[in-house]
């Protein structure tokens, strides 16, 4: 249902970066073309160039054509181009903050008092950002709301999560903060939830009596698209798994929430967090695997290596490949692996949950199909095709009894339905104060406090790192993650897809 938003303001920082030319602009663009967007609405773009407000405009506008080549709903242009202003926050300029307060809080100032700030920068200036912002006064709810949005890297290990928390906690309350993580804003993500809370038929195998164990994988084609910098210091578990995929495995197995109001959500999935199985520092090898990319074939082009990748130190042991063996110990998930993997250079762009389902107690039709007995999946496609496919089995027609495979597909998209980018409904969220798909100080915390033991482990062992080539699967020794020989990686959700040949 459409709520009728308060007037706020939103104020960017980092306004001229990447994420707000490719992923904010457009996405606040689209709201304002649903007519979605508060009526009041203003929105403060801060970087530190100085741009005179016509030359902004023209940043806005151009980075909005770069994203829609095929055109623009012009008259939804001219609306959203009044919204904008603009201030320049040049980092020597001692001034800044004070002058930034009279704009937005002086006697004249048009800037409707709830706001929003976006931090778009990177996560070593938005604290000292924090900090300004607190001290002029600009944080302070005594007139409307203030919520900050953070980005993540919400740390690079524990340590350094809760020195982050402690700096913001000093200037903000934790209801004020939104740690935005884009994954769970995607519509096939929230799909989890309704599929799991809103289909009886499911709650009943939804647990470890017959359920065998889940996968969840993220793979990309690209490399590290020059961004050596920072990847050097995250590597895959960092950028993808301790964050994105941990997510999509507390919906996979919270309890049901007692509302799906953000606290009673967000309580459950840091339950799902504190019951997996802490990892120790000498277990680690079993649980978890990681892997570079050497040079191969990628998109039918040949690409170099990740050391040979510009800016990547010729003795690196980042990894581009992570794999993750996970148990959720409790009631209802005893015994089941949760095996998690990312990694880059991989055959395909796609995001999926694949869980497979244990064998029927007898093997009652064994005489009617060659090799072994096929269990069920059920699979969620996040990205590309977001989609729901159950693997069954049924007759072969004709006059013997055989099985194959069939699929039950459905693909959740019908023709008309509105597409949206999952940053246009976060923004939404925070407008309208809905902290649901934000991420809780605890639920970070817990979900470093699985992975320290590797990074810990990872960061020692520097020695050696297993290779694959660009373009396949991974490194085969990740094989070795797996409780027993007939679990194998689901490469992709079609049936011939499962299996091990397609290295
Ligand atoms: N790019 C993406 O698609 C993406 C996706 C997910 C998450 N993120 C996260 O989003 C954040 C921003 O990433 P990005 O790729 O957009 O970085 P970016 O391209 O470096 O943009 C950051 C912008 O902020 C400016 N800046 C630095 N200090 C500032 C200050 N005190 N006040 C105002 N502006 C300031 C920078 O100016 P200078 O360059 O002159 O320093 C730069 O224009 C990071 O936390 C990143 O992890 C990005």
């Not at 706020?8 to 996405?27: E, M, W, Y």
């Not at 017959?210 to 996968?215: A, L, P, T």
């Not at 993750?324 to 990694?343: E, S």
């Not at 496609?381 to 055989?402: F, S, T, W």
Request: include cysteine; proline fraction near 6%; charge should be negative.
């Amino acid at each position: 249902m459409t709520k009728t938003l308060e007037p706020c303001t939103l104020v960017i920082f980092g306004a001229g970066g990447n994420l707000s030319r490719n992923k904010l602009i457009p996405a606040l663009f689209d709201l304002e073309a649903a007519g979605r967007l508060p009526e009041r609405m203003l929105i403060l773009g801060c970087d530190v160039m100085p741009h005179q407000r016509e030359a902004w405009l023209d940043f806005v506008a151009n980075s909005l054509r770069r994203t829609y080549p095929d055109g623009l709903n012009e008259t939804a242009l001219q609306r959203f181009c009044a919204r904008w202003h603009y201030f320049d926050t040049p980092i020597d300029d001692m001034t800044v903050y004070a002058r930034l307060q009279q704009l937005l809080e002086g006697t004249n100032s048009d800037f409707p008092p709830n706001v929003m700030y976006y931090m778009a920068v990177r996560p070593s200036a938005f604290p000292s950002i924090v900090e300004h912002l607190s001290n002029v006064g600009l944080l302070s709810e005594r007139n409307g709301w203030r919520r900050v949005v953070i980005e993540k890297p919400f740390g690079y290990d524990l340590l350094s999560a809760q020195a982050m928390q402690a700096g913001l906690s000093r200037h903000l309350t934790e209801p004020q903060i939104y740690r935005i993580d884009h994954y769970l804003g995607k519509a096939t993500v929230q799909n989890v939830l309704v599929f799991r809370f809103s289909n009886l038929l499911l709650e009943p195998i939804w647990n470890n009596h017959y359920i065998d164990h889940v996968q969840i994988t993220h793979s990309e084609t690209l490399g590290i698209e020059g961004r050596a910098d920072y990847y050097e210091g995250a590597g895959a578990l960092r950028d993808m798994l301790q964050s994105h995929l941990m997510q999509l495995l507390t919906l996979v197995a919270m309890e049901p929430p007692v509302t799906m109001e953000a606290e009673h959500l967000r309580d459950e999935k840091v339950k799902v967090l504190q019951a997996i199985r802490p990892i120790p520092q000498n277990a680690v090898n079993a649980h978890a695997f990681r892997g570079q990319y050497a040079s191969g074939v990628a998109g039918g082009k040949t690409v170099p290596g990740y050391r040979e990748e510009a800016g990547v130190a010729p003795d690196s042991t980042t990894e581009t490949y992570a794999a993750l063996k996970l148990f959720v110990d409790n009631w209802r998930w005893a015994g089941v692996p949760f095996y998690l993997r990312t990694g880059k250079r991989l055959p395909e762009n796609s995001s999926a949950i694949c869980i497979r389902f244990k064998q029927p107690p007898q093997d009652l039709l064994k005489h009617a199909r060659q090799g072994p007995p096929q269990p069920n999946w059920i699979m969620l496609g996040i990205q590309p095709n977001e989609c729901l496919r159950i693997e069954m089995q049924a007759k072969v027609p004709g006059l013997d009894l055989q099985t194959r495979i069939v699929s039950l597909d459905a693909n959740s998209r019908q023709e008309g339905d509105e597409d949206y980018d999952a940053y246009s409904g976060l923004l939404l969220d925070v407008m309208q104060g809905d902290r649901s798909l934000f991420l809780r100080i605890d639920e970070v915390e817990a979900a470093w406090r699985v992975v320290d033991p590797i990074i810990k482990v990872w960061s020692m062992e520097r020695d050696f790192i297993s290779e694959y080539p660009a373009g396949s699967w991974g490194p085969r020794g990740t094989y070795r993650l797996f409780d027993r020989n007939d679990q194998f990686w689901r490469h992709s959700l079609e049936p011939e897809g499962a299996d091990l040949q397609t290295y």
